[in-house]
């Protein structure tokens, strides 16, 4: 169980780092870079995946993932050969990404609409170079929203079955496997409930944890 256990928080933990790093840039330059009718038309391209059911999203991806699908006749068609991507960690982490990055790119954006312009302008003003004020400036001001993006793509990446199972082959199962196998196998149901708190309290824990380092300093 504990094995379990330690595979799907490092299976949340490492979706969590992934969509946060991949949706900074497309916050950023949505919030900075682009004119109001284009950031409107940008977010409301990001809600659109939210129109149709994850479970049919997932099932999109394994014809792309297949040893016979899309990403891999591209790969044969440049003489790379073919990857197997379909049953694996890889799988699932795509999974992840698709439930969650969506929501992460949504919440970032609002965050970084927040920031006081007037900050950057006169951190820039002072000499200090575009990228050292995104690190020094920016993100400290969205240190909130930032934060609150990480936590609702863990919660999700966490609790989620669908893609482990789909996409990742149930081959390594994740905490949310182990309680539908458990039902299914002898009804352990006091197993089951178990399982469950155990991963309520993980959650709660984490919840906890980051939000008081987004709320750290601040009044």
């Known amino acids: 169980m504990w094995q379990t256990y330690a ?3 490092g299976y949340a933990l490492l979706a969590t780092v992934l969509a946060s790093l991949i949706a900074f840039p497309a916050s950023f330059a949505i919030a900075f870079q682009l004119s109001e009718r284009r950031r409107r038309l940008c977010m409301f391209l990001l809600v659109i995946p939210f129109f149709t059911s994850y479970l049919v ?3 999109a991806w394994q014809i792309f993932l297949s040893d016979e699908g899309v990403i891999n006749a591209l790969l044969g068609a440049l003489g790379l050969g073919p990857a197997r991507m379909l049953n694996t960690a890889l799988g699932t982490q795509i999974g992840y990404l698709t ?3 969506p929501l992460v790119v ?3 954006t609002m965050s970084l609409l927040l920031v006081d ?3 950057i302008e006169a951190a820039r003003n002072l000499g200090c170079a575009p990228l050292r004020s ?4 920016v993100i400290p001001a969205a240190r909130v929203g930032l934060v609150v993006a990480a936590l609702f793509c863990f919660i999700f990446a966490f609790g989620d079955f669908v893609s482990p199972l789909y996409l990742g082959g149930g081959t390594a199962p994740t905490m949310s496997l182990l309680i539908i196998d458990t039902t299914k196998a002898g009804q352990q149901w006091p197993r089951a409930a178990v399982l ?3 991963m309520i309290a993980t959650l709660m824990a984490v919840a906890l944890a980051m939000t ?3 709320y750290r300093g601040r009044k």
Do not use: G, K
């Open 106 to 108: 949504l919440i970032q």
């Open 57 to 59: 999203r997932v099932y």
């Open 196 to 198: 469950a708190v155990l």
């Open 212 to 214: 008081s380092y987004a």
């Open 117 to 119: 312009r007037s900050q």
């Open 7 to 9: 595979r799907t928080f």
């Open 134 to 137: 995104v690190f020094q400036v």
């Open 99 to 101: 439930l969650t990055l």
